[in-house]
């Protein structure tokens, strides 16, 4: 069985491929520096062995190295830098709901979320990292190779160098596969975005103490375990460039029909619903339509809110906490901080609607409106939501198709798994995330969203404030159905 080399080995072939089948290539390929999946396992359980980090609640007001400013109630950092909880007044006209406040995460920081990859044996694989955070549930997941604020990779923390972001921050002579910035979840982060980026290397790479190298294959097997590929991993697989030409040769095991449909649908020569062209078109129309007034308030003067008991909770105790944590840690560039995280109340569904048209599978989008994004609404999973926050709601404002995908029969479900959100500022936030096919003549009438193939998808990955988070999220899985 092969085993970690703590140095990369040189790379011979040419960077000439196309990346579509590069990465074809690296999805079929089960094994590689990690020939098999059980050696990942018990590495990983020597670097939770190794790691160790101790989250502790503590009241906002007593948090060290962050104030409560004496007029506003805004929250934020000493340093004036990494981020601040304030507060949002929003007025969406013809919304479900028309008008509401809230506290919010203002971050207006672009990090950097990275995967540098390189080849063994012309096999393309992904430089991971076994990343504690202070809000994963179950602490050590695998992240991307960089995932740094600029706050954190500019030191301000006072910390160790960000490993590996050398090649980032400088990528003359190295092959960008992707590098776009992409929002962050819109209704917790106000115009957060992060630079999405995939960097091929031929030179040796030191192979560091909590990274190993995976190929895509053996990634997407990874991405059906629950709470194992953090939130950022995610995003960053999938901007990777699937979509490409004569994709169904290079996969000559198809074992299912759906599977056949599914590469398909990553094929730019396949046909499609609606032209891109048309689905342009109807973004850029929603957008020019649909108003999204958002406003930043004081957080004092948000109403439907309190603080109490150390925390700020809404009135109805549904939506999320704002709550404060001191953290001690090892393996991290700082050892101990304390700081404000995001606690969501309960566990969200986030699902796409499939079905297979002519033989090409495509999701039903829809153009969600959220106050935090930068360009009043991007493409979302079909359905994207907490099914308790529409208790206290009126029945209208229940999301469509929520109720197929709660019906659904396990025979319909191609995908089912739960995954952590960002550890970094939310705290035990997870969803289930579920891909569900549907019979060729269900035909829903809802100006709201449409059919696309994953070559759409892909596609709109290039361009920035198309794809939100949670269609990034699961776009990733499905990545992982096509092997």
Not at 182 to 193: A, C, L, M, T, Y
Not at 237 to 261: I, K, N
Not at 431 to 440: G, I, P, T, W
Request: proline content about 5%.
């Amino acid at each position: 069985m092969t085993t970690y080399s703590r140095t990369a080995l040189p790379v011979g072939t040419a960077l000439t491929d196309e990346p579509a089948e590069l990465i074809a290539r690296s999805v079929l390929a089960r094994s590689g520096r990690i020939a098999e999946l059980e050696h990942f396992h018990r590495w990983m359980a020597d670097e939770k062995r190794r790691s160790h980090m101790d989250v502790r609640a503590v009241p906002l007001q007593s948090l060290s190295g962050w104030r409560v400013d004496g007029q506003t109630g805004n929250i934020g950092h000493d340093s004036g830098k990494f981020f601040s909880i304030e507060g949002l007044d929003v007025v969406v006209p013809g919304g479900p709901v028309t008008w509401w406040q809230q506290p919010i995460i203002n971050q207006p920081e672009v990090g950097i979320l990275g995967i540098l990859v390189t080849r063994f044996a012309g096999v393309l694989h992904c430089l991971m990292q076994a990343k504690i955070e202070p809000g994963n549930c179950n602490g050590l997941q695998l992240s991307p190779t960089v995932q740094a604020t600029r706050s954190n990779y500019t030191r301000v923390h006072q910390g160790s160098a960000v490993p590996y972001l050398e090649y980032f921050r400088d990528t003359e002579g190295h092959r960008v596969l992707a590098d776009v910035r992409q929002s962050e979840q819109g209704s917790w982060f106000h115009r957060k975005r992060n630079r999405n980026m995939v960097v091929e290397v031929t030179e040796e790479v030191e192979l560091l103490e909590g990274f190993c190298w995976l190929t895509l294959g053996q990634l997407h097997q990874l991405l059906a375990v629950d709470d194992l590929v953090n939130m950022d991993a995610r995003t960053v697989l999938s901007c990777m460039p699937f979509a490409g030409r004569d994709l169904l040769p290079l996969f000559q095991d198809v074992r299912t029909e759906f599977t056949a449909a599914l590469i398909r649908s990553y094929s730019v020569e396949s046909a499609t619903r609606h032209s891109m062209a048309e689905v342009l078109s109807w973004i850029t129309e929603v957008r020019s339509q649909q108003l999204c007034q958002v406003e930043l308030i004081p957080l004092r003067e948000v109403s439907d809110w309190r603080q109490e008991d150390g925390r700020i909770r809404h009135d109805s105790g549904l939506y999320f906490n704002v709550i404060g944590v001191s953290v001690t840690a090892a393996g991290r560039e700082v050892r101990a901080w304390s700081q404000p995280m995001i606690e969501p109340c309960d566990e969200g569904v986030v699902a796409f609607l499939a079905k297979r048209i002519d033989g090409v599978l495509h999701l039903l989008a829809q153009a969600k409106t959220e106050p935090g994004y930068v360009d009043v609404i991007e493409l979302a999973p079909t359905v994207q939501c907490s099914v308790s926050n529409y208790d206290a709601l009126p029945p209208q404002a229940r999301p469509p198709f929520l109720d197929t995908v709660l019906a659904a029969d396990y025979q319909q479900i191609r995908f089912d798994a739960v995954h952590s959100e960002e550890g970094g500022r939310f705290f035990h936030a997870r969803n289930r995330y579920l891909v569900v096919e549907v019979a060729e003549d269900f035909e829903p009438e809802h100006p709201g969203y449409r059919w696309l193939t994953l070559a759409q998808l892909v596609d709109l990955l290039r361009h920035s404030n198309y794809i939100n988070m949670q269609a990034r999220s699961l776009i990733a899985c499905l990545h992982g159905l096509s092997g």
